[in-house]
Structure formats: structure tokens, C-alpha cells
């Protein structure tokens, strides 16, 4: 008896879901790309394709693995109505974290209604700005005619990693180079420095 009740309700919902259904037309975010720290206005354009009205339509982003957290409104947005071929806009107020990698990040977006979930994937950008400051950090150098060492920091003050760093000494009537001119550096770490010699 229950394997009956149980087969009959999945064929009610995959009918449900047959003549009920919404579709993610467009999305955009405001601005495209969000420095870590910033605010971003997301907009998801939903469309009722299925040949009936929906009602109690819940849309949700799913922020759980992502540096982004909602601003002045939940996560989660719901619509009371969808006729048959119309279209409406939600729209979500992020906050991406300070912390937030430059990088692309995808979010999902749960779409429900009655027994019928959908999920879809929407990405946004964080890209933030590089600021490498370049300081004398110490030097043996004193007087006209020494030879020794001086040693050059490399403080990253910006709102992203800087890589693959690689910093050539120009040459100069001023002092003579006894070391190549050029060397590698790497990565320099948001809040931290490095130094060459």
C-alpha cells in the first residue's frame, strides 16, 4: 500500500513539475566586478515557462561556501504570484567579505515552489586593486667607496595578492652592482611584505 501511495505522489509532483516550471532568464550584478569589502546589487530575471500560474515561489542564493553576505536583506527572496509567461526581477543587496580571493566565484540559486526545486549557478567577480610600496629596509652603505649589502622591502598595502613579483634595479652612475640586477620575488601576500638584498 505505501509503494502505491509513494509511486502516485512522485507522478503528482513530475506533473507538477512538467506544467510548472521557472527558468532563470538573466542575471546581472551592479557593479560586474566587486572589490573585497564592497557592496554589489544582484538581479535574477525569472520567467514562468510552464502553461500554469505559480504561487509562493521561493528564491534563494546559497552564500554557505562563498566570502559574500547579504546587506539590509536576507539571503532569501519570495514571490507570492508568476502568471503563465510572465517574468519578474529579484534582487539581492551582497556584501563582499574583506577577506574575499580575487577570483570567480559561483553562487546557487534555489528556486521552489510547491514540491518542485530547481537550482541554477550565477557567478560573481571579486577583483581587488594591487598596492606594492618599495622601501629601503637597511643598508651598510654609509659613505662614498663602501661595499655591502642593502636590503629592499616590498609591502603589499592593497586588496589583493600580488604574484609571480619580479624587481630589476636600474643601473645608475650612483653606486655599482656587484649581484645580478634582477630577482624573483613571487607572491606577496595581502597585509605583508617581502624583501630582496
Known amino acids: 500500500m505505501n509503494k502505491i501511495l509513494t509511486v502516485v505522489l512522485m507522478m503528482l509532483v513530475m506533473l507538477q513539475g512538467a506544467s510548472a516550471q521557472i527558468a532563470i ?7 560586474s566586478t566587486i572589490a573585497p569589502g564592497k557592496n554589489v546589487e544582484v ?15 521561493v528564491v534563494r542564493l546559497d552564500l554557505s561556501n562563498v566570502p559574500f553576505a547579504p546587506v539590509d536583506s536576507a539571503s532569501e527572496k519570495i514571490i507570492d504570484k508568476l502568471n503563465e509567461d510572465d517574468e519578474t ?3 539581492f543587496s551582497l556584501i563582499a567579505l574583506p577577506d574575499a580571493a580575487s577570483q570567480i566565484y559561483k ?7 510547491g514540491l518542485v526545486n530547481q537550482e541554477s549557478l550565477v557567478s ?17 652603505l654609509v659613505k662614498i667607496g663602501d661595499n655591502g649589502k642593502t636590503v629592499i622591502k616590498f609591502v603589499n598595502n592593497g586588496l589583493t595578492d600580488i604574484k609571480f613579483l619580479t624587481v630589476k634595479l636600474m643601473t645608475s652612475n650612483g653606486y655599482e652592482l656587484f649581484s645580478a640586477d634582477t630577482i624573483y620575488i613571487g607572491q606577496v601576500d ?7 638584498e
Not at 515557462?49 to 505559480?54: E, F, H, L, Q
Not at 553562487?107 to 515552489?113: D, F, K, L, Q
Request: hydrophobic share 40%.
Open 25 to 31: 532568464n538573466s542575471f546581472s550584478s551592479n557593479p
Open 43 to 57: 538581479s535574477i530575471n525569472l520567467e514562468n515557462v510552464g502553461d500554469k500560474d505559480i504561487e509562493d515561489i
Open 89 to 91: 526581477t529579484v534582487s
Open 107 to 113: 553562487i546557487p540559486v534555489r528556486v521552489s515552489h
Open 124 to 140: 560573481l567577480t571579486v577583483a581587488g586593486q594591487a598596492k606594492l610600496d618599495v622601501v629601503l629596509d637597511s643598508s651598510e
Open 190 to 196: 595581502v597585509d605583508d611584505f617581502e624583501t630582496a
